[in-house]
């Protein structure tokens, strides 16, 4: 009997995840129209972190999901910093940001159209993927008004061990905003909503992810380069992690 009410669980604490962000888009929306636009990102993101952060305090109550991010603390007030992950699942973003107040996020361009979806990213200064040059500014931007740029190189979860191929792009937006990168490895056994997993499937329990801070890298012009530094820092101190299908 205990799978089945674990499966209940776990299916609840995504329901009041999903009807959480739900509510809390619905109010921000409005608040990013009214609010300027400097209050509202500040509001924003410290409203999302103390979210994630209820949330995974809660979690952890239930037994089903535990995450260890204490790592992060030293960070929780340094802006003007590029932080890179490695992605193993869905829910490493709400990892990082329940301990990073100061943080935002390149989202999906689809999912800030909806407008039930739209409204804590656009109060919080979340940028778009798909306006190119529009979206290096953005983030350039932020990062010189002292917020911290959450980013996942892979640009997917992870599919191939120990990481997938760096794409370009984050070492371009350190060296124009003149930001360091700090790396963070996330580290977990469970293939819980890694790529392909399905929401509906029950994997082993305790769900357990370790956050754990890397190697530190300066800008550089040749951008090339670093982009090379950093993924073969993500190669070497990745620790071996367990991949599962369907």
């Not at 990013?32 to 994630?52: M, S």
């Not at 699942?89 to 979806?117: E, T």
């Not at 090339?224 to 101190?237: H, N, T």
Request: with cysteine; glycine share 8%.
């Amino acid at each position: 009997m205990l799978r089945p009410f674990q499966w209940l669980l776990l299916q609840a604490l995504l329901l009041i995840l999903g009807l959480a962000s739900l509510g809390w888009n619905l109010i921000a929306m409005p608040l990013f129209l009214l609010l300027p636009r400097r209050v509202g990102k500040a509001l924003g993101r410290a409203t999302i972190a103390e979210g994630y952060r209820a949330y995974w305090w809660f979690a952890s109550l239930t037994g089903l999901l535990r995450m260890e991010a204490q790592a992060l603390e030293p960070l929780r007030e340094e802006g003007g910093l590029i932080i890179v992950a490695n992605h193993p699942s869905l829910l490493d973003a709400l990892m990082l940001v329940a301990r990073l107040p100061r943080s935002f996020c390149i989202m999906k361009a689809s999912l800030l159209n909806n407008p039930f979806l739209a409204g804590g990213a656009l109060l919080a200064g979340y940028a778009r993927n798909d306006t190119g040059h529009g979206m290096i500014r953005k983030v350039v931007d932020g990062l010189r008004e002292g917020g911290q740029l959450v980013l996942f190189p892979e640009g997917t979860r992870t599919t191939q061990a120990p990481i997938n191929p760096f794409r370009p792009g984050v070492t371009m937006i350190a060296k124009l905003a003149n930001a360091p990168i700090q790396t963070v490895f996330i580290d977990t056994d469970s293939p819980y909503l890694g790529k392909g997993w399905p929401l509906w499937r029950l994997p082993p329990i305790p769900i357990v992810f370790t956050v754990r801070l890397g190697e530190r890298f300066a800008p550089s012009e040749d951008a090339a380069a670093l982009l090379k530094q950093l993924e073969q820092s993500f190669v070497a101190g990745m620790k071996p992690q367990r991949t599962s299908s369907p």
